[in-house]
């Protein structure tokens, strides 16, 4: 495993999140009150960009259909998904955030 600069802490905004490319991999970096947090940016279940999906409370809404994930574990949350997307631990150092994958 390596730590990868994915942005800096000004570029994710809170309750925001950020669609990154990790050796052409697509990961959303989502910055919540608490911390910074990525997941897969691919829906499990249509393959959608859940970057582009609404974040409320922890979880992110897949914008084509509405499942819902929850950010800190990946865990699928609501139907039409099924499937967990894979999360990835994220360092900050100083102003960078640094995705482990």
Do not use: W
């Not at 409320?56 to 699928?76: E, M």
């Amino acid at each position: 495993m390596a730590l990868v600069k994915v942005a800096e802490t000004h570029e994710i905004p809170v309750g925001t999140a950020k669609r990154v490319l990790v050796k052409r991999h697509p990961i959303a970096v989502y910055h919540l009150e608490d911390g910074f947090y990525a997941t897969d940016d691919t829906c499990t279940h249509a393959e959608a960009s859940l970057c582009e999906g609404q974040i409320v409370g922890g979880q992110v809404a897949c914008p084509l259909h509405g499942a819902r994930f929850d950010i800190k574990t990946g865990a699928a949350l609501t139907l039409p998904a099924v499937t967990p997307v894979e999360t990835y631990k994220v360092v900050v150092q100083g102003n960078d955030i640094l995705v482990e994958v």
